[in-house]
């Protein structure tokens, strides 16, 4: 359950898509909406086309977002809000302060175009996703302005699993959505390298029998892949129906797990993605890095993140 979610904003239209989802969020379980600007130093800063690089202009570039702030507050009414403006670099100020407010949940943009340009992916959620000790749901903005009575879509959520313990810790924060909202569902994922032969044969009559048996090997050595796979999976969806959770299994055959994970989201209209930011198996760097940023970067549903306390 979610006590405190927090939402970086960043004053524009883009970063306030994250606050439909987090709004719904908090609702459901009467948790406090925690937002959040951070001021950068304003040697760096642009901020409505006018670049600020003088401390004199420090208090004004503070109490425009302070007063930005409290304009998003007023669109909240019914919610317990509070509201803060940080100064320094903004993903360290922002982890910290995550840590230091206790806040569970971080609910964000993956970019924004506002007075501070060029804040997100590729930078600040990039660095939440790596950084911060506590979930991350990146969302994609839209275009248009922000409807915040919008309601969610119902929860499917897609979870991509490597066959390992720490892939798994991304299950709790999902579940934790996934408990609040009435019909959940769960498909739980795990994509599976090809097996491909190398076939060195000399030429001669014994080639054709020999490739025979060796592709015969390889499909069972494929089978058995696929389905000590499918034996995991049931492992890890009984937990979740002993829950009340409903959970069905997917197993595939892909060289591209990326693909492979946004081809499935699409086809079971997944309305979330959930993987951890780390996986340790006979898939090397199936997650951030690799897999998990390209997935980030290529769905356009909101993602869940996590990176592992201990790696």
């Known amino acids: 359950m979610y006590r405190k979610v927090m939402v970086p904003l960043d004053g524009s239209s883009f970063a306030e898509h994250a606050l439909p ?53 007023q669109q909240l009414d019914e919610m317990k809000v509070s509201l803060a403006v940080l100064e320094g670099e903004v993903a360290g100020c922002l982890c910290s302060h995550a ?27 990039d660095e939440m996703i790596r950084y911060a000790h506590l979930p991350v749901l990146l969302v994609h903005p839209e275009e248009g302005p922000v409807n915040l009575a919008a309601a969610p879509p119902p929860l499917r959520v897609l979870v991509p699993l490597d066959g390992t313990e720490l892939a798994e810790r991304i299950l709790e924060p999902a ?49 058995q892949l696929f ?23 997917r197993v595939t055959v892909d060289d591209n797990p990326e693909e492979a994970i946004l081809h499935e989201a699409e086809t079971d209209s997944a309305s979330l993605i959930a993987l951890e930011t780390h996986g340790r198996s006979g898939l090397a760097r199936f997650f951030l890095g690799s897999v998990a940023d390209k997935v980030v970067r290529g769905a356009h549903i909101p993602v869940l993140v996590q990176r592992p306390v201990t790696v």
């Open 21 to 73: 989802l987090a709004r719904a969020i908090a609702r459901a379980c009467d948790a406090e909406l925690h937002l959040v600007v951070v001021v950068p130093p304003l040697a760096e800063a642009y901020t409505e086309g006018v670049f600020f690089g003088t401390a004199d202009l420090e208090a004004e570039v503070v109490a425009r977002q302070k007063a930005y702030l409290a304009r998003v507050r």
């Open 99 to 125: 840590a230091a407010e206790g806040a569970d949940l971080v609910v964000m943009a993956t970019h924004g175009r506002g007075p501070l340009a060029r804040f997100w992916l590729g930078s600040v959620a």
């Open 175 to 223: 579940i934790a959505l996934g408990e609040m909202m009435p019909g959940a569902e769960f498909i739980l994922l795990q994509v599976i390298k090809p097996v491909v032969p190398i076939l060195d044969l000399p030429d001669g009559p014994e080639a054709d029998a020999e490739a025979h048996h060796i592709l015969k090997e390889v499909g069972l050595m494929q089978e």
């Open 227 to 249: 389905r000590t796979a499918e034996t995991y999976l049931r492992d890890v969806a009984e937990r979740l129906l002993a829950r009340g959770l409903h959970t069905k299994i």
